[in-house]
């Protein structure tokens, strides 16, 4: 078509010739276009045996297995995929503390630890992403939910875990084992150890208790003695003994 269109104005071809080649080129393009057509549905028919995973996890069992027959719309299942990074820990808490929760969670995202059933591992550290709109009254607790990164699969999903949700971190706190701690008819107290081996019981405040460790908010300082056991025994200025064993 090209060469019969340089042809045409020395008077070499008609005209005619000129558009007869034009018509051949436009209905070989029109059936390139068709061809190309056939080969997309090809290729989109070809992408429907290819099942692709909505999102990425991990496969649960086979459901289905290499010679059944499955079929469009069927419903028929082939197996089941649980989200794994990141996955999501469900747990509840006393409404009473919700103030709290909130008023921590609007300075930033309050940290929340995953602990083994059993209380013996932290296994992830996320954060708290979900706080319900209402608080179950029967129960008088709310939901909560944290989100975990989950980069070494510690969590699995369905397993159950304790959640430790953090408000807040004290610094050069003191501390004394919760035995320590007696409770008074006005107060708590403990007995402090005199560098004269002789006891004194001081009242203190305790800030709050966990893992078996009471935080003292007053009445004491860093590096006193305290009794640990025995106290129902004491009273002031009696003198004490301390004996150390295989426990210290």
């Not at 309050?110 to 550290?125: K, R, S």
């Not at 004290?170 to 006005?186: D, K, L, Q, S, Y």
């Amino acid at each position: 078509m090209e060469r019969y269109g340089k042809l045409v104005p020395s008077g070499f071809q008609s005209r005619q010739s000129y558009e007869d080649q034009q018509a051949t080129v436009a209905q070989m393009q029109g059936a390139v276009q068709a061809d190309q057509a056939v080969i997309e549905t090809a290729q989109l028919n070809l992408d429907f045996t290819t099942i692709h995973a909505p999102l990425t996890g991990r496969t649960g069992a086979r459901l289905v297995d290499p010679g059944n027959i499955v079929q469009a719309n069927a419903g028929t299942a082939l197996t089941s995929i649980t989200q794994m990074q990141p996955i999501y820990v469900s747990f509840t808490l006393p409404a009473v503390n919700l103030p709290a929760i909130q008023q921590g969670q609007a300075i930033q995202p309050l940290v929340v630890q995953a602990i083994a059933e059993d209380g013996t591992m932290l296994l992830a550290a996320g954060e708290l992403s979900f706080i319900d709109n209402h608080v179950d009254t029967s129960t008088g607790t709310i939901v909560l939910k944290a989100e975990f990164a989950n980069a070494e699969e510690k969590l699995w999903p369905g397993e159950f875990v304790n959640a430790r949700l953090i408000l807040s971190t004290r610094h050069n706190a003191i501390t004394v084992p919760v035995a320590t701690v007696m409770t008074g008819p006005t107060s708590n107290y403990v007995y402090v150890i005199r560098p004269d081996s002789t006891v004194q019981r001081r009242d203190v405040q305790v800030a709050s208790r966990q893992d078996g460790i009471a935080v003292i908010g007053k009445g004491l300082v860093a590096g006193e003695r305290v009794v640990v056991s025995g106290q129902y025994r004491l009273v002031d200025n009696v003198r004490v003994r301390i004996e150390t064993g295989t426990n210290g």
